[in-house]
């Protein structure tokens, strides 16, 4: 494979998306709750692929040298072209107010490479993604104190 980079293979078909490239199913990698940050990543979602397939996906060290942990370390997606044998590929990192929390890993279904609209697809996407994975504040935690707003109509 591409070293955890490709990302969990989607069901072929679907609407084309812009450029005529169409994304296959995501597959998420993340890393621990923060603080403090992770040290490696590992497949937490997928679509496409049978389980046992994703059970063999290796832990990525975001230290690695591979897509997967340059994204997340660096902040910045990804886009590798296809090769023979391996369809184009993305990794979009999953970055929130508190970090980045992991990283979202596309594979194109066809020939083409991911084109600028994809990969802003795929940033909303992750952007997303990230929501759902920052960390909700204890509950036993003091609650912040808040000023009372001041509204002066004219």
């Known amino acids: 494979g591409r070293g955890g980079a490709g990302g969990p293979a989607g069901p072929p078909g679907g609407p084309p998306r812009p450029g005529g490239a169409r994304p296959r ?4 990698w993340a890393g621990g709750p923060a603080p403090p940050p992770p040290t490696t990543l590992q497949v937490v979602a997928s679509s496409g692929y049978d389980r046992r397939v994703v059970e063999r996906f290796p832990i990525v060290g975001v230290t690695d040298d591979n897509p997967t942990a340059k994204a ?7 886009a590798m072209p296809a090769r023979a044998g391996h369809p184009a590929a993305m990794t979009v990192p999953l970055a929130g107010a508190r970090g980045t929390s992991g990283v979202l890993s596309l594979e194109m ?3 083409r490479d991911a084109n600028a609209d994809v990969l802003a697809a795929a940033g909303i996407v992750a952007s997303q993604l990230a929501t759902l994975l920052e960390p909700l504040p204890s ?8 000023p009372p707003a001041r509204v002066e109509l004219g």
């Open 109 to 111: 279904t066809d020939a």
């Open 25 to 28: 199913a995501p597959g998420a």
């Open 72 to 78: 997340f370390t660096s902040g910045r997606a990804i």
């Open 139 to 146: 509950l036993d935690a003091e609650p912040a104190e808040v």
